[in-house]
């Protein structure tokens, strides 16, 4: 399913027009991602949480050239799903 297909799910689901569902759709992505950004957790009960995740530095390979390369540590979205959600997809 991509963003087209969500947006006409959500329209139908919600008896909402596909511009009402767009918008709302990008809304609810655009709060999620300034909560992480602000490094906070975006629990929806019975669905999962968004988290933020710190990977740490670490050795990798240049496939290209071979040689060993430092990977930086970075931060990273973590979505753990909810008990819900999870028995959904069984």
């Given at each position: 399913m991509?963003?087209?297909?969500?947006?006409?799910?959500?329209?139908?689901e919600?008896g909402?027009?596909?511009?009402?569902?767009?918008?709302?759709?990008?809304?609810?992505?655009?709060?999620?991602?300034?909560?992480?950004?602000?490094?906070?957790k975006?629990?929806?009960?019975?669905?999962?949480?968004?988290?933020?995740?710190?990977?740490?530095?670490?050795?990798?390979?240049?496939?290209?050239?071979?040689k060993?390369?430092?990977?930086?540590?970075?931060?990273?979205?973590?979505?753990?799903?909810?008990?819900?959600?999870?028995?959904?997809?069984?």
């Amino acid at each position: 399913m991509n963003k087209a297909d969500l947006i006409n799910a959500i329209a139908e689901e919600a008896g909402l027009s596909k511009v009402d569902s767009k918008k709302a759709l990008e809304a609810v992505v655009a709060s999620v991602s300034k909560a992480l950004a602000a490094g906070d957790k975006v629990s929806l009960v019975g669905f999962g949480t968004f988290s933020v995740a710190t990977r740490g530095a670490r050795k990798g390979i240049n496939p290209a050239t071979k040689k060993p390369i430092t990977i930086a540590a970075k931060k990273v979205a973590k979505f753990k799903a909810g008990a819900e959600l999870a028995g959904a997809i069984k």
